[in-house]
């Protein structure tokens, strides 16, 4: 199916670089956000993202300039929402609120409209039916730095079509990531699952004094090739999304493997969130 017009739901971390990202394949872009405020800061934050790209020699000053003027802002939902192919939600992960905006979606959004979330805990069977089109309904995660890395997820729920399938690997295809197929839901996907196992085995090892976190990441990078530790990586997704993923996998799942960990409570609990509050495993 053609996709020229995509609408991206939520302008945090995430939602603002894969508004970026589309808007830099050459889809017409929207960025969405109850708050102005939101969406005045994610676009400031692109714009210099933009340019220091530029600056590094990266980009084309046409390029960038291009693709900022081909992404608009708006706190009006029904109407960017009455022009898009594609809308990929970004918002909060709370259910009543992606129920909300699904149930509008399927109202005010065209017929031929594919409606994603990017949500990486919320399984999109969970908000498919407020849409009236469940076929044209799937999860589409993208990863953190959204702007940087290859991978999205896409989730088929037991009513998605092959076409919407296949439209969501194609749009990612040309924002130049390398999209794998998950073929029926599960909690965590595949990353967060492998994410996941790697962050439990850190703790154990710190909580049970047999390295630091320092050691424990440097062996990440240095034996296994990882970009980055799994401490300097909880430092950059955010704690209180590690322990967010780890409250909904568990009340899913019940393992205990699955449980949050004591240390990431504590963490949150002293708002000490990782990178974005300037202290988590690290201090920034
Ligand atoms: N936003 C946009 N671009 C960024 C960025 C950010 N926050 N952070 C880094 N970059 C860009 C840099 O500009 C640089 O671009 P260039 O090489 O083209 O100039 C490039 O990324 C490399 O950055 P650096 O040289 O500063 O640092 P690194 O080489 O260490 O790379 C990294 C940074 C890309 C974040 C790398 O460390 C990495 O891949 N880390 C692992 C990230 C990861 O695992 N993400 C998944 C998290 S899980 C998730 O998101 C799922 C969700 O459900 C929780």
Known sequence: MGINRILVIGAGTMGRQIAMSAALAGYTTTLNDISEAALAAAHED????????????????????????????????DASARHADLVIEAAVEKLEIKRSIFGKLGKVAPVHAVLATNSSTLASSQVAAATGRPGQVCNMHFFNPALVMKCVEVVRNEHTTDTTVNTVMEVARRMGKEPVLVQREIPGFIANRMMGAIQREALELLSGGVASIKDIDTTARTALGHPMGPFELMDL???DVIDFIAQATHAETGADADKPHELVMQKVAEGRLGRKTGSGFYDY
């Not at 990266?58 to 081909?70: G, I, P, V």
């Open 46 to 77: 692109l714009e210099q993202w933009a340019a220091t790209r530029v600056a590094k020699g990266k980009m084309e000053q046409q390029t960038a300039d291009a693709a900022l003027e081909r992404l608009a802002s708006t706190t009006d939902l």
């Open 237 to 239: 997704v955010g704690l």
